[in-house]
């Protein structure tokens, strides 16, 4: 028998603003020793996609590992895919046009397998991308102790034994000790009020709720069939009618052999699924639902003060991340990678810097960050969706300074990688090469630029920018002109799969 991990790539991260952003959420995000959840989730995963678990002699690995994420962050997954899992493994990104929640997220995945002829009996581990866990060995151990029961026809769920009485998670109530060394699951709780939260922990035998499964692919299609008759045909409608498509990343073939396939379920048969978690759909109703309790460090990084509990704290509670400096301060969190931040005779502060947004919040707040985002949506502030810094296939861009008719950018384009052949209807661009070389296609003419050489690209002219090297091109771009959006790009040729 073997484990495929399912990474759940979802989710907007809007309660970590300004970090994370829709367009970059926290999954992507490197918060933990410069590496992002994704990542971390990865290397967690590795061991058993690689069957090297210990204790996990009837477990093979399956050499597969599959991520669902939106379409806007498939370069974002194939990135992590490639820094984080062995070229031997087998990488599928299904790509959802929109959100659907969980529910509609795994059983893509589940069909998935069943599209490619897998047997159904394959054992499939459904993580969400953006937990802590750090841990590795004893996650893995608890994987395997949910097996047997997983193998037996159950949907086995993870509980995370509470440490406080915590209102921000949902509950699992455990039943009855199975023959197969898990729980029976008696009842799933909402979110609980303080004191009910409190009651739960005096009483015992609860779990909080990690959204960790571990089930067969025939299992859950079967619970959802039951349960969520109209999730399941929507997410098989759509499935059947899926586009797939070889990575390609327009350097060498052979770079990409053991690069992701991305698969693209039809548009509209995934829009018309409703949107519902595996909780309210499946597990509340599923009569065979068991847990097995992890007690080991957990955490969902959910809000700034599970950020703030990452670090370790000075005698005066007060938690750093790179250039704070605090005076008389207390119990304050400063997020400060890009330059100095100072507080005077602070207290419960959450304090979080990024080059064009500033978060300042007390502590017993860090929870309405999400509901500021919807304010800042409403006012149009690009903040609200957007960093100034902005990854493409291709490398990144930040936008360093902008007035009325010019902006000027700072590029990076990665070895080997180029960006489209373009023109612009409404701008010019000079370009500078501060570092590496730059293939430039203007017109008719290729020519190469090293550094401190500079060139000019007239409104309406077709131009590519190339780097040729082995290290990274770096560039200033300067933009003048009428109208300078990302929108007036018209594409001919794209080595990412990108609209005109």
Sequence with gaps: MSIT????????GTRLWPLSRKSFPKQFVPLINNKSLLGLTLERLAPLCEGASEGASKVKGSQHIICVASEDHRFLVSDALGESVGASTRKTVLLEPAGRNTAAAMAIAALALQHEGENPEELLLFCPA????PDIKAFAQCVTRGVTAAQSGAIVTFGVSPTFPSTAYGYIEHGDLRPDGSHRVLRFIEKPKSEAAQQLLLKGGVSWNAGIFLTSARTLLSALKLHAPDILASCKDAMDKAKHEAWHSGQKASADALAPSFVRPQESAFRACRSESIDYAVMEHFDNVAVIPFTGQ????GSWNAVAELSPADDQGNRIHCQGYLMGATNTFVHAPHRAVVAIGTDNLIIVDTPDALLVAHRNHAESVKSVVGLLERA????????RKVSRPWGWYDSVDAGERFQVKRIAVKPGASLSLQKHHHRAEHWIVVSGTAEVTRGKETFLLSENQSTYIPIGEVHRLRNPGKVDLEMIEVQSGAYLGEDDIVRLEDNYGRAP
């Design 5 to 12: 991990p399912v990474v759940l790539c979802g989710g907007s």
């Design 130 to 133: 953006d937990h802590h866990i």
């Design 298 to 301: 957990w955490s969902d990084v």
């Design 380 to 387: 149009k502030l690009a903040q609200a969706v957007t960093h």
